[in-house]
């Protein structure tokens, strides 16, 4: 087994989980088995409970676990599944030492983070790289950890300390370190700077981990003579200083590492032999890269939301609206919508904000209502989808959204008052009085509607964590459904966030 560390320095959200899926694609193309793993030091148990302007979104994962959303680059980039196991955060190993420490298994004595937590972690990245994450169901040759934070950070003390240890456990041959630092570029003098990146790799290396490869963030690409001053400080060959600009698509990122020798020094340093020739995998890659930047037509689509400030709490979304315009050759633009914003409200509150939002939201091709909870914009959300409907705009909704979408319908064509359909999505059933003896199309409604309120009572009255209906699920539809039209199955596998 080979693991390759990706750590960060100077600032957080640089960068990692692109760079780190990234490595584990080039690898793929060569044939090996990748799988990754994502460390987050924060106390949490999982990122169930985080609010989305905290981290983004949660991502689902199959088996329901609630994890940082750079596990969805994994998967996407990596094309594997991934299991709650592959998170790991300090909540989970202090969990973990404790437990075991009730249990009497340490024998009485005393539990340090040297070595009890840093064994425990050593432990689990053991046990989870052989876990199987293909369809075919073979060993992993290669993991990837991204460690989450910037190096320095006292929340990812001890897990440097359980790597530092770890490299000697496992001989040189088999680990690598990545560090991944910024080189900014101040708009005064235009120079691209280094102390940055000094300071950090000087920092890592104190802790006891020498950095293999040094990908610098940069806006623009690396001036040799900058790359060679990082070689010189940081005490590494210009090979191993690998530049990583910005590019108009994340899905250019390997294909940037791939030109620069990613793969021939990482087959070098960690003794793999492997091709090191153009590869199919990788020649689709820049076939798929390449087409993103030669399209014409334009598609724009209203995201209606609450936490449409941070473009990151709808990441899982926005990505599958990315690949379905790639698929029909449309360059895609999100407009986001606040939905608080299209309410009668602000109208009279912030009527500037009122009508841009209504602006953005009349001028989109398409209108796409996400998940979300509580009360806040959910009226913006059902004048969205009313708009939509009547328009005849082109809409989904997701989650939450579809519930809203049934209220919508019900209350504007059916005539059922629009607090009772509010409360009873909220779960206040005990509030809401049914009409008696619905038939036909409002019997249909009514047990769409139940079946919401069920599931948001369970989220209002079980604890926060685990509370939601979350897993991979199969979806069932009759041949008479227009999805049929785009669909060749009739079961349809989702993971499910309900």
Same mark, same amino acid.
């Given at each position: 087994m080979k693991y390759i560390l990706v750590t960060g320095g100077v600032i957080s959200g640089i960068g990692k989980g692109i760079i780190a899926s990234s490595v584990g694609t080039i690898l793929k193309s060569c044939g090996l088995h990748v799988t990754a793993i994502k460390i987050d030091p924060y106390i949490n148990i999982d990122a169930g409970t985080f609010s989305p302007y905290e981290h983004g979104e949660v991502f689902v994962l199959d088996d329901g676990g609630e994890v940082d959303l750079d596990l969805g680059n994994y998967e996407r980039f990596l094309d594997i599944r991934l299991t709650r196991d592959n998170n790991l955060t300090t909540g989970k190993i202090y969990q973990s030492v404790i437990n075991k420490e009730r249990r009497g298994d340490y024998l009485g004595k005393t539990v340090? &983070?040297? @070595?009890?937590? +840093?064994?425990?972690?050593?432990?689990w990245v053991v046990k989870q790289a052989r876990v199987p994450v293909e369809d075919d169901d073979v060993e992993p040759q290669v993991c990837v950890i991204e460690l989450g934070g910037t190096v320095g950070d006292i929340e990812s003390m001890p897990f440097i300390e359980a790597f530092r240890q770890f490299q000697f456990k496992v001989k040189r041959e088999n680990f690598c370190n990545i560090h991944v630092s910024l080189i900014p570029q101040p708009s005064a003098t235009g120079e691209q700077k280094t102390k940055p990146t000094q300071s950090s790799v000087r920092e890592l290396r104190g802790l006891g981990l020498s950095p293999d490869l040094i990908?610098?963030?940069?806006? +623009?690409?690396?001036?040799?003579?900058?790359?060679?001053?990082?070689?010189?400080?940081?005490?590494?060959?210009?090979?191993?200083?690998?530049? &990583?600009?910005?590019?108009?698509?994340?899905? $250019?990122?390997?294909?940037?590492?791939? $030109?620069?020798?990613? &793969?021939?020094?990482?087959?070098?340093? *960690?003794?793999? @032999?492997?091709?090191? #020739?153009?590869?199919?995998? *990788?020649?689709?890659?820049?076939?798929?890269?390449? #087409?993103?930047?030669?399209? *014409?037509?334009?598609?724009?689509?209203? *995201?209606?939301?609450?936490?449409?400030?941070?473009?990151?709490?709808?990441?899982?979304?926005?990505?599958?609206?990315?690949?379905?315009?790639?698929?029909?050759?449309?360059?895609?633009?999100?407009?986001?919508?606040?939905?608080?914003?299209?309410? @009668?409200?602000t109208l009279q509150e912030e009527p500037v904000k009122y009508h841009e939002a209504w602006q953005k939201l009349c001028s989109a091709d398409g209108v796409l209502v996400p998940g979300g909870f509580g009360v806040r914009g959910t009226e913006g959300k059902i004048h969205a989808i009313s708009w939509a409907r009547n328009q005849k705009k082109p809409f989904l909704g997701v989650c939450l959204g579809m519930q809203l979408a049934v209220c919508e319908f019900a209350r504007n064509t059916l005539g059922w008052t629009g607090e009772a359909l509010l409360l009873l999505l909220l779960g206040r059933s005990d509030l809401f009085a049914a009409p008696e003896k619905p038939r036909g199309e409002e019997q249909r409604v009514t047990t769409v509607l139940f079946r919401c309120c069920a599931n948001h009572s369970l989220k209002t009255v079980a604890p926060k964590t685990a509370a939601a209906c979350i897993r991979e699920r199969d979806c069932l539809y009759k041949l008479s459904f227009l999805i049929n039209c785009l669909y060749t199955y009739k079961v349809l596998n989702a993971s499910v966030y309900m």
């Open positions: 340090q &983070v040297v @070595p009890h937590i +840093t064994d425990a972690i050593q432990e990908m610098c963030r940069c806006s +623009t690409v690396l001036e040799n003579s900058v790359k060679e001053k990082i070689s010189m400080f940081c005490h590494v060959e210009p090979e191993q200083v690998i530049c &990583v600009h910005d590019v108009s698509s994340i899905y $250019k990122v390997p294909l940037l590492l791939e $030109k620069q020798g990613v &793969v021939s020094y990482l087959s070098r340093r *960690l003794n793999m @032999p492997i091709e090191t #020739r153009p590869r199919k995998m *990788l020649t689709k890659w820049k076939e798929m890269s390449d #087409r993103s930047d030669r399209l *014409l037509e334009q598609c724009s689509i209203a *995201l209606v939301g609450k936490y449409t400030k941070f473009s990151d709490s709808y990441a899982s979304v926005i990505k599958a609206l990315e690949h379905s315009a790639l698929a029909i050759s449309h360059k895609l633009e999100v407009k986001y919508v606040d939905s608080a914003h299209l309410e @009668p409200s």
